[in-house]
């Protein structure tokens, strides 16, 4: 679980400026072929001048508390559920057929008992990071849940989670079968 932890908390750095970018370029409401349409690095640029690098990290507070406990919760949770299965069926959880499924189930599990420990994190971090600090009503994300919790309530913090649920199982379990089969084959 430590390991996910530390893995979570490093990886927020990487994660924040393509999140960054990323909601940035999906709430933009040009398209590609007007004047006013930006791409990855033109929306990157854009950032840079407004705002400096910084501006490219917006969220990261929010980013690294999403992520630094999710990952240890998901490698705990894939580990376990694993265990489980290869205790009750005596069998390695890295070939073909049963241990497969027992595979895929334990990634899926994982990934979605991971997204639904931060969502509400997630949601908040999405809103904070879709404009720059001096053009968002929000300052921090603390500040954004505040808002969201007083103007709107607890239901859009979540907004959209069966649809991510489902996208985190499939993922997640195509991430770890795919994986322990790879490291079978190469052990074996």
Not at 3 to 19: C, H, I, K, L
Not at 40 to 54: H, K, L, S
Not at 110 to 131: F, H, I, M, N, T
Request: with cysteine; glycine share 10%.
């Amino acid at each position: 679980m430590s390991t996910g932890v530390f893995a979570g908390s490093v990886q927020s750095f990487v994660v924040t400026p393509v999140d960054v970018l990323k909601i940035r370029l999906q709430v933009q409401t040009a398209v590609p072929g007007q004047k006013s349409y930006v791409g990855a690095f033109g929306m990157a640029r854009q950032i840079i001048q407004r705002a400096g690098v910084q501006g490219l990290f917006r969220g990261l507070p929010v980013t690294l508390l999403r992520d630094t406990p999710s990952h240890g919760v998901y490698f705990y949770v894939y580990h376990h559920i694993k265990d489980i299965i290869e205790s009750k069926g005596h069998a390695q959880c890295s070939a073909v057929g049963a241990p497969a499924v027992g595979m895929f189930l334990a990634g899926g599990v994982a990934g979605v008992v991971s997204w639904l420990s931060v969502y509400p994190l997630d949601v908040c971090k999405s809103r904070v990071q879709a404009l720059d600090r001096d053009r968002s009503p929000y300052k921090t994300w603390v500040e954004c849940a505040a808002q969201i919790y007083r103007l709107e309530g607890a239901a859009p913090f979540w907004r959209g989670l069966i649809a991510t649920l489902y996208r985190a199982f499939l993922v997640n379990a195509a991430i770890f079968t795919a994986y322990e089969s790879c490291m079978s084959g190469l052990n074996a």
